[in-house]
């Protein structure tokens, strides 16, 4: 398991965090316990399996739903 | 093709803007019907582009989103084609989104600008011996840094070589220059004022006292009260519920616009986003003045405090002791000094340390068969002279007669409330020195500031004796003041309070009273970066700055009360225009979205307010 810490623009309604939470949700690999998505940091912070997710992928299905990935760090 | 619309969603909503303008000037000056109707479904395709996107993402992970609940009442207002319904409502939609961001940002500006302070890059030894600039992700502990002047210092590290002065005003909130030279340590997102350092990290990353700052303040402005969870929970529901009354209300009604007003009005914007807001600011407004606030669930519980409790020394006191008043006895003095110093320089004693900075250089001998009596004092042979230094108590034991001149001395300051050290020389009293916590500059006032906030009982505990805890207590106008305290004690009478249902906040420096810290409802440190007063209590003062306590007071119940606020617009809005739609005609669908993003803009606004809150 690795921690990533996912640092989003701006996010500007509390459903947007719903959205971001259920995209992340079902990938398959993803802790859904860690998950936590902050709404006044707009941060990402998550457990997942690097052997069967990758951050690109957990990058791009952020991305896909509107937001802009602006740093991630994984560790 | 999603993506790039959602990337223009500015440019959308000021061109869907200028159109719904043109549509309304051709049909008030033209009277052209025609170019008003096609513009105006120009606009609404326009603008509802983006927010059907966002819909069907929304729908796609199974929310039920605002988007979703404005998309269907849009597509409605189109098929009944209501074009001016349908464009306004796309447009105000938009903007308000766009209002929210910019002001959002504002709020949290605080955060940002104490986030940003973070550093990002170092100078670090290479294998080849030069120094090169890494990320400073790359550099870890061991590692050898090079600082130079005007460069944020990367880690928390100690001063290998060089010499320079420091600005720590990002740990301390005081930026008054601190010297810094080999041995000295330095922490991570301070500033090197002139010279040039080099340094070993020691910590790096989130581990260093400012990464700790950050972690703990980012957390703080996310973490959630009890009653923003059960308002978090009921949106959950809220929104679905809304489209099902929309639907509903269509069903027996057969009046489209009446369900699509609905829908609009249902939209929960200001409900959930007021609280956030008003927590980040606040926690903004703190981090600028030095005062850590661990969340929402603290400022609450903060802001409803009955009593506060503090800790004596180190806390209401400087917590270094210092010799206030000395009486010389007889002639010799200066050897006596000498015998003093030498016996002194063997203790560990606080009361030695105070000694020994007020005689400053003095001639050392040697000491021989040193004796400790515990609670009493030191016997030493110096020089052959037997030497005794302790309480009066002690003097007594070594038959030490006392004069009357001395005896009204020892009366005199006790009086003070200092707590007293004699000398003597082979049974004969040489010096009397008073020594004395002394009381921090402007605590008086501060406790005064605290009482006026409406703080009921201020209460003092301390390990010292009751005579000295008691003058104290009378000077600073406490309410209750309890001496010869241990550590134990003091966490027993603070979970006696608790017990009895009051709201206690106990104030300590930390570093024994972690169990009364982590025990109180509100632990409040008097940190001065010091990691487990960081991390057991709820609220810090940094640098130990006693003077921030009132503002940090008065912030919470200003952020408390801002919170209320905002519930109080939220639900107050919603309820009128549902008013306004059950039982008058001029709520409209397009009224009904302006109030709505004005109700979020009003709480945005009002949460605004508490960045620039200061203590009257």
Same mark, same amino acid.
């Given at each position: 398991m690795k921690l990533a810490t996912i640092q989003l623009e701006t996010l500007t309604c509390p459903s947007c965090m719903l959205k971001i939470e259920g995209a992340l949700?079902?990938?398959?690999?993803?802790?859904?316990?860690?998950?936590?998505?902050?709404?006044?940091?707009?941060?990402?912070?998550?457990?997942?399996?690097?052997?069967?997710?990758?951050?690109?992928?957990?990058?791009?299905?952020?991305?896909?739903?509107?937001?802009?990935?602006?740093?991630s760090r994984v560790k | 093709m999603q993506k790039y619309i959602l990337s223009k969603k500015n440019s959308i909503m000021s061109i869907s803007g200028i159109l719904i303008v043109i549509a309304f000037i051709s049909k008030w000056t033209i009277d052209n019907i025609a170019i008003f109707t096609w513009t105006l479904i120009i606009a609404s395709i326009l603008g509802a582009a983006p927010i059907i996107?966002?819909?069907?993402? &929304?729908?796609?992970v199974k929310v039920v989103s605002i988007d979703v609940l404005v998309t269907i009442a849009?597509?409605? #207002?189109?098929?009944?084609?209501?074009?001016?319904e349908s464009a306004i409502v796309t447009f105000l939609f938009l903007f308000g989104a766009y209002l929210e961001q910019r002001t959002l940002n504002k709020t949290r500006s605080a955060i940002k600008e104490l986030t940003e302070m973070a550093p990002e890059s170092a100078l670090k030894q290479m294998e080849n011996g030069e120094f090169e600039l890494v990320e400073v992700d790359e550099v870890d502990e061991g590692d050898i840094l090079l600082?130079? =002047?005007? #460069?944020?210092?990367? /880690?928390?590290?100690?001063?290998?070589?060089?010499?320079?002065?420091?600005?720590?005003? +990002?740990?301390?909130?005081?930026?008054?220059?601190?010297a810094k030279e080999k041995g000295s340590k330095v922490y991570a997102g301070t500033i090197l004022d002139n010279g040039t350092i080099q340094i070993v990290a020691d910590r790096v990353g989130e581990d260093t006292t400012f990464g700790k700052i950050i972690e703990l303040v980012e957390e703080a402005q996310d973490s959630k009260s009890e009653a923003e969870r059960f308002i978090d929970r009921f949106s959950k529901y809220y929104t679905p519920a809304v489209l099902i009354l929309g639907f509903v209300v269509w069903l027996f009604s057969k009046n489209i616009e009446l369900a699509i007003t609905i829908l609009v009005l249902g939209c929960p914007g200001a409900l959930v986003i007021g609280v956030p807001v +008003?927590?980040? #600011?606040?926690?903004?407004?703190? &981090?600028?003045?030095g005062i850590l606030l661990k969340g929402s669930e603290v400022i609450n519980d903060f802001s409803r405090l009955d009593i506060m409790v503090f800790d004596k020394t180190g806390t209401l006191t400087m917590g270094n002791p210092s010799v206030s008043e000395k009486v010389y006895y007889g002639d010799s003095i200066d050897e006596t000094l000498g015998y003093l110093a030498s016996v002194e320089r063997e203790s560990d004693h606080p009361l030695a340390k &105070?000694?020994?900075?007020?005689?400053?250089?003095?001639?050392?001998?040697?000491?021989? +068969? =040193?004796?400790?009596?515990?609670?009493?004092?030191? /016997? &030493?042979?110096?020089?052959?002279?037997?030497?005794?230094?302790?309480? /009066? #108590?002690? @003097?007594?034991?070594?038959? /030490?007669?006392?004069?009357?001149?001395?005896?009204?001395?020892?009366?005199?300051?006790?009086?003070k409330g200092d707590s007293l050290v004699l000398t003597s020389v082979d049974s004969e009293l040489k010096i009397l020195m008073g020594i004395r916590d002394q009381i921090r500059p402007g605590v008086k006032e501060d406790l005064q500031r605290l009482?006026?906030?409406?703080?009921?009982?201020?209460? @003092?505990? +301390?390990?010292?004796?009751?005579?000295?805890?008691?003058?104290?207590?009378r000077e600073l106008g406490l309410t209750k003041a309890y001496g010869n305290m241990l550590p134990q004690d003091k966490s027993q009478y603070i979970k006696k309070l608790i017990d009895d249902g009051q709201i206690v906040a106990f104030v300590g420096d930390g570093v024994n009273d972690s169990p009364s810290l982590a025990l109180a409802n509100i632990g409040i440190a008097m940190g001065s970066g010091t990691d487990v007063a960081i991390e057991t209590s709820d609220v810090v003062l940094m640098n130990s700055d006693f003077s921030r306590l009132p503002h940090a007071l008065g912030l919470a119940k200003a952020t408390a009360r801002n919170m209320k606020q905002n519930i109080v617009i939220a639900i107050g809005v919603v309820l009128v225009l549902l008013g306004g739609v059950l039982f008058s005609e001029w709520v409209n669908m397009s009224v009904g979205m302006l109030v709505h993003e004005a109700s979020i803009l009003a709480v945005i606004l009002n949460g605004m307010r508490l960045l620039r809150y200061k203590l009257r």
């Open positions: 949700k079902s990938l398959d690999g993803i802790d859904k316990d860690t998950m936590k998505v902050s709404f006044n940091t707009s941060k990402v912070k998550v457990n997942f399996d690097e052997e069967k997710l990758s951050i690109d992928e957990i990058e791009s299905a952020i991305s896909k739903l509107g937001y802009e990935v602006l740093k | 996107i966002q819909a069907y993402q &929304a729908l796609r849009v597509i409605g #207002a189109f098929l009944i084609q209501n074009y001016e600082v130079k =002047t005007g #460069a944020k210092i990367p /880690v928390d590290g100690t001063v290998l070589s060089g010499e320079g002065s420091v600005n720590e005003a +990002s740990i301390t909130g005081e930026s008054i220059p601190v +008003s927590n980040v #600011a606040g926690i903004g407004n703190g &981090a600028r003045n &105070a000694i020994l900075e007020e005689i400053g250089n003095a001639t050392i001998s040697p000491v021989d +068969s =040193t004796e400790v009596i515990k609670g009493e004092g030191i /016997v &030493a042979i110096v020089n052959g002279h037997r030497i005794a230094v302790g309480n /009066v #108590a002690l @003097m007594e034991k070594e038959n /030490v007669s006392l004069s009357e001149k001395s005896k009204t001395d020892i009366a005199r300051l006790e009086a009482k006026k906030l409406g703080v009921k009982n201020l209460v @003092m505990l +301390s390990g010292d004796n009751q005579g000295t805890v008691d003058i104290v207590s």
